[in-house]
């Protein structure tokens, strides 16, 4: 279910209002040619695309969720789950938020992670280690900014982040994906209704309080 927000673009349902729905990335404006270069630039290394096919807007196979449960420990925001069944390695939407550089990085070479508008954002992940591109979602991004860490949720993550290449734009992204099958055959793919959860790393904890 979609509905209209003030840009009259479609939102998905439950979207935050304070919150810009986009369906593209945005771009700091301060990224210098040569870090435009770099996300413009396909690695070797990375073998997942997303086909220029794919529909733009809101997904159809995912819900953003309120958590009311009060033994979930996220509970009073929200999830992501899932609106079918989704096998092993399926791709589910791509991450997007501003693409923005870190202080470390050339183009702003003054500032330190003190005065980092992205240092303390639990929306941040790393797009491009070499350059010190991140995409962050605090503030604008799509449903993918709502899918939480497994920890103290289930036993083991369904999904995970993977650096993508985007047909469409020619350009470097992150998408979510179900876990693929694997050797051992553990990943089983995701029911309709279950939560998409994924590992956020020791590092996302390590910076903030433990969750276990
Ligand atoms: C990227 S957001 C995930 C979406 C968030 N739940 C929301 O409604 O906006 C990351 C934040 O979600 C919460 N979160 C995610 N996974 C969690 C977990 N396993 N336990 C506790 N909090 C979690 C934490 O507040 C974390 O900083």
């Not at 999830?79 to 470390?104: M, V």
């Not at 734009?169 to 990943?187: W, Y």
Request: include cysteine; charged fraction near 20%; hydrophobic fraction near 30%.
């Amino acid at each position: 279910m979609v509905s209209q927000n003030p840009a009259g673009t479609s939102s998905p349902k439950n979207w935050p209002q304070n919150i810009r729905y986009i369906t593209a990335p945005v771009y700091q404006h301060t990224l210098t040619p040569e870090q435009l270069a770099s996300v413009r630039t396909r690695k070797k290394e990375t073998t997942n695309s997303i086909p220029a096919s794919v529909s733009i807007g809101p997904c159809s196979i995912v819900k953003i969720t309120p958590i009311s449960d009060p033994s979930h420990p996220a509970a009073g925001q929200c999830g992501l789950f899932t609106a079918s069944n989704l096998k092993p390695g399926t791709f589910i939407l791509q991450y997007l938020g501003k693409i923005h550089a870190s202080p470390a990085s050339p183009s702003l070479p003054n500032l330190t992670s003190h005065v980092d508008p992205h240092a303390g954002s639990d929306y941040d992940l790393s797009l491009d280690r070499d350059q010190g591109l991140g995409i962050d979602a605090n503030e604008l991004g799509n449903e993918a900014r709502f899918v939480n860490d497994y920890r103290g949720i289930a036993e083991k993550p369904n999904a995970e982040f993977r650096d993508v290449w985007d047909e469409r734009r020619k350009e470097k992204g992150i998408g979510v994906f179900v876990l693929p099958e694997g050797k051992s055959g553990k990943g089983k793919g995701i029911k309709k209704g279950q939560e998409i959860l994924v590992s956020y790393g020791r590092g996302f904890w390590g910076a903030r309080k433990d969750p276990n």
